[in-house]
């Protein structure tokens, strides 16, 4: 079995905000997803999650050029992520772009790669995983937004001097008006070719003395997110995402960590762990989170937590706390 990257994608609130500008819901991609409405206050999702949310508000706004731009355009400056933030008050346009290349490792599972030389730049994007590519909204925002930015910073209306897509991307016309130049369609690469001159203008927005501060805390993030995780790390935060409604078994986990059962089975064993252990601390560890939000009802929680029978959440919490789950929470919470 060919082994695949395990990513943990954060995933910005700003993005939910920007749907709502649009007249679209949270609630209704999630469901649209097939993920349970607690992704919305997630920071961070799985690549398949990732997808599903890009795949969802693609399908419920219609035409992928029009998801592009709109999302392009309605996403509010002040709900940029800290990565995002820094390229916005870079000193120029480059400077924007390499930042954002750089800081996008914090984002997997796309990459950019950027080619500044003669009279282009030519801003690739890249899949991590080449066999797991995201749907064609994603491709089209990420290019929409590289330009989209170059606009805010410069205060200038920055056109393109060609864009490629691999896939079909709605009206093309919109998006060429968009974009300012030609959309190539069925093309080998997504990628978006700006003029290089442009890429010297500086920005507006250009704060040196917020970059002091993001920078080194934007850098010890990479550094961090070089630490390799352990399995049974990786195995609990997979868990704790698929437990909604059912048990998750060892062969979806482990197909997810790019290995067989038995392969995760006795990696398991070697970090003094078990998937039943681990299948446990993560109902148990959740079970504890949602108890704490007081608008969850109980039979709610055990549904969250993978019991779709009431009594053998009672039953298990009672094993984990001593205490009933309405119990449980009045303690903690004070709330009768």
Known sequence: MKSQPFERIKFPPGFWDGLRTLGISAQDVARKA???????????????????IWQAYSDL???????????ATAFETSKYPPNVLATYHARDYRDALYRMARYKRLCPPESLRITDEAENCTIELEWLNPDQSGPPLLVGITLAFLLELGRRGTG??????????????????????FFGCEIVIGADHNRLILHRKDLNLPFKSYNEELLEILTPALD????EQQRTLTITEKVKWILKRSLTGGRPDIQVVAKELGMSDRTLQRRLTDENTSFKQLLSEAR???AREYLS????????????VGYEDQNSFYRAFRLWEGDTPSQWRTEHLGIN
């Open 220 to 223: 010890q993030s990479l550094s």
């Open 34 to 52: 097939g993920l349970p409405l607690t992704i919305i206050t997630e920071t961070e999702v799985s690549t398949a999650q990732y997808f599903d």
């Open 293 to 304: 939000d007081p608008s969850l009802e109980i039979k709610e929680v055990a549904f969250l």
């Open 156 to 177: 200038e209306h920055l056109t393109a001097k060609c864009v490629e897509f691999t896939n079909s991307m709605g009206d093309v016309q919109a998006l060429e008006e």
């Open 61 to 71: 706004i219609g035409d992928t050029a029009r998801g592009i731009i709109e999302l």
């Open 284 to 286: 148990h560890e959740q």
